[in-house]
T-cell receptor
Framework: GQQVMQIPQYQHVQEGEDFTTYCNSSTTLSNIQWYKQRPGGHPVFLIQLVKSGEVKKQKRLTFQFGEAKKNSSLHITATQTTDVGTYFCAGTTSGTYKYIFGTGTRLKVLA | NAGVTQTPKFQVLKTGQSMTLQCAQDMNHEYMSWYRQDPGMGLRLIHYSVGAGITDQGEVPNGYNVSRSTTEDFPLRLLSAAPSQTSVYFC????????????FGSGTRLTVV
């Protein structure tokens, strides 16, 4: 079945450093979504990517969807303590609304 | 708007007991899903629904039942609780269409002893 892996599992950065998490699917995706979950909270939707090679930005966050639509990345420039949390990707294959989540990357930002 | 409401927030069950986790949304979303979250395992899809009267299995459906008699409600039933079902359960909903992500409830923390 469809599997979505994320690396790294954990990342500790100094405040001001950049951070990147990578998401890889075993199957071609129809689209991919990214979520952020603060400690003790619930996932919150950040963005959806649909097109091959698509790049979207939200302030310091840059999201990319691979050309083959099997991988994606989230890059945070100049991390802040408010970026702390776990970042998940979630993908679905064509014709379904069955979103499979990746394993997540837990980000800690050291002030 | 209340968004996605899950009840109860906490529950302790004995092995073999059954119970229903409630989920209701007031946003007229067509899509609803149940996920469980275990440490280091991310979110795993249990069941999902694309509309009233339509449900389908996710990655880990065994031991759980769902029904979707109305657009608003999507209850999750544990048939005979087992310690392996100790987890945090999230219900989520989304409107149909591109660009919309899931809105998650605040979760139910379930412990089976």
């Amino acid at each position: 079945g469809q599997q979505v892996m994320q690396i790294p599992q954990y990342q500790h950065v100094q405040e001001g450093e950049d951070f990147t998490t990578y998401c890889n699917s075993s199957t071609t995706l129809s689209n991919i979504q990214w979520y952020k979950q603060r400690p003790g909270g619930h996932p919150v939707f950040l963005i959806q990517l649909v097109k091959s090679g698509e790049v979207k930005k939200q302030k310091r966050l840059t999201f990319q969807f691979g050309e083959a639509k099997k991988n994606s990345s989230l890059h945070i420039t100049a991390t802040q303590t408010t970026d702390v949390g776990t970042y998940f990707c979630a993908g679905t294959t064509s014709g379904t609304y069955k979103y499979i989540f990746g394993t997540g990357t837990r980000l800690k930002v050291l002030a | 708007n209340a968004g996605v409401t899950q009840t109860p927030k906490f529950q302790v069950l004995k092995t073999g007991q059954s119970m229903t986790l409630q989920c209701a949304q007031d946003m007229n979303h067509e899509y609803m899903s149940w996920y469980r979250q275990d440490p280091g395992m991310g979110l795993r899809l249990i069941h999902y629904s694309v509309g009233a009267g339509i449900t389908d299995q996710g990655e880990v459906p065994n031991g759980y039942n769902v029904s979707r008699s109305t657009t608003e409600d999507f209850p999750l039933r544990l048939l005979s609780a087992a310690p392996s079902q100790t987890s945090v359960y999230f219900c989520a909903s989304s409107p149909r269409g591109q660009g919309y992500g899931y809105t998650f409830g605040s979760g139910t923390r379930l412990t089976v002893v």
